[in-house]
């Protein structure tokens, strides 16, 4: 089926750093939404995304949808190791079905 | 709040039983669940859409007669797998779509159940 796509597909970072990771697409999206997956458990909504061009902060993640709907970018600030995890961008359509990215992996060096 | 929970987290069976997999919204009703299969390392791949009183939909691809899905209430969704074969073990997850006052729809995930077929 339909992905989105996901970039990068994994980070090595050292903590502290800013990671930034994106998504485009093809097609034009209502929502633009952020996961996160931790190892044997469910996605985690991070940030809900309404509106082209809005910017939307969690904490220390911060989400923009992109003007032209279809794009989007996640930045996380000053990573924590509790942080690891792998991000999934996800489009929302009109029929409410969620198109999914492949994850981005972000491993926190020691 | 907008809490899923699923039961059981891990299901160990016998090649050739069924499993029956209960994801619940708690704190909120839900019209409309989906449930999702992931295969590791891999994103989530829908399976189907579960909406309350009536017949799922199933993706392209999946058997709807392996995988029985019923949704009697509006804060109940089960995932039967039948006669379940090895290559049937991987990762479910349900979600339970929360309407926020009519607007803006938005998925919550459950844990999910990681099924291992002997």
């Known amino acids: 089926g339909q992905q989105l796509n996901q970039s990068p597909q994994s980070m090595f970072i050292q903590e502290g750093e800013d990671v930034s990771m994106n998504c485009t697409s093809s097609?034009?999206?209502?929502?633009w939404l952020w996961y996160k997956q931790e190892p044997g458990e469910g996605p985690v909504l991070l940030i809900a995304?309404?509106?082209a061009g809005e910017l939307t902060s969690n904490g220390r993640l911060t989400a923009q949808f992109g003007i032209t709907r279809k794009d989007s970018f996640l930045n996380i600030s000053a990573s924590i190791p509790s942080d690891v995890g792998i991000y999934f961008c996800?489009?929302?359509?009109?029929?409410?079905?969620?198109?999914w990215g492949a994850g981005t992996k972000l491993i926190i060096k020691p | 709040g907008a809490v899923v929970s699923q039961h059981p987290s891990r299901v160990i069976c016998k090649s050739g039983t069924s499993v029956k997999i209960e994801c619940r919204s708690l704190?909120?009703?839900?019209?409309?669940m989906f449930w999702y299969r992931q295969f590791p390392k891999q994103s989530l791949m829908l399976m189907a859409t579960?909406?309350?009183?009536?017949?799922?939909?199933?993706e392209q691809g999946v058997e709807k007669d392996k995988f029985l899905i019923n949704h009697a209430s509006l804060t109940l969704s089960t995932l039967t797998v039948t006669s379940a074969h090895p290559e049937d073990s991987s990762f479910y997850i349900c979600?339970?779509?929360?309407?926020?006052?009519?607007?803006?729809?938005?998925?919550?995930f459950g844990p999910g159940t990681r099924l291992t077929v002997l």
């Open positions: 979600s339970a779509r929360k309407n926020s006052g009519g607007a803006r729809p938005t998925q919550y």
């Open positions: 995304l309404y509106k």
């Open positions: 097609s034009i999206f209502n929502t």
């Open positions: 579960s909406n309350e009183g009536s017949k799922a939909t199933y």
């Open positions: 996800a489009g929302q359509g009109s029929n409410y079905q969620l198109i």
């Open positions: 704190d909120f009703q839900a019209t409309t």
